[in-house]
């Protein structure tokens, strides 16, 4: 059996709105109450990824299988971000997500430097709690009406990992960014 990922990150484009459309819809249920991704034609042109943010793609089919996100990088004494995610319909639930996470970590903490990486999840979300704890992450809190989702303030549990606390796989990030500037 190859140690090779069954998937691969790409930075979302134009030409991928149609299909990340109806990946959003084929998985609303599955994303409720957890988050809204964007589910419009304006919503989609509207979101602006930086160059933190991936698609997760099988390598075998080409299917859009989930996104990856790094927002409010913060550079300085403390290099921290905030880690999003999501899968999508019919891939959910089969380890795509968590192999696309391993990539982007990776590049996370050896591309841009980074020294600590938060998710805040839902304390009711325990497919996502469970993703993050095999991952390395660890519980580091809990914020009470932490953010809107859905016109709800919804309390979140806070997991992080640190770069020295990560055990990243064997194999080159810089692909990754290779790839990603070869593609843009």
Known sequence: MSNEPRVFLRQPRAEDRDEFLAAV???????????LPPATVERYDAFQPSRASFFVWLRETGDLAGVVNLSEIVRGAFQSAYLSYYAFVPHAGRGLLSEGLRLF???????????????NIQPGNRASIA????????????SPRYL????????????????????APSGD??????????SS
């Open 25 to 35: 819809r084929r998985s609303r249920r599955l994303h409720h109450p957890w988050l």
């Open 105 to 119: 970590l990776r590049y996370a903490f050896r591309d841009l430097r980074l020294h600590r990486v938060e998710a």
């Open 131 to 142: 993703l993050v704890a095999r991952l390395g992450f660890r519980k580091e809190g809990y």
């Open 148 to 167: 809107k989702i859905g016109g709800r303030w919804r309390d979140h549990e806070r997991w992080a990992v640190l770069r020295e606390d990560w055990a």
């Open 173 to 182: 990030s810089s692909k990754l960014a290779r790839r990603s500037a070869a």
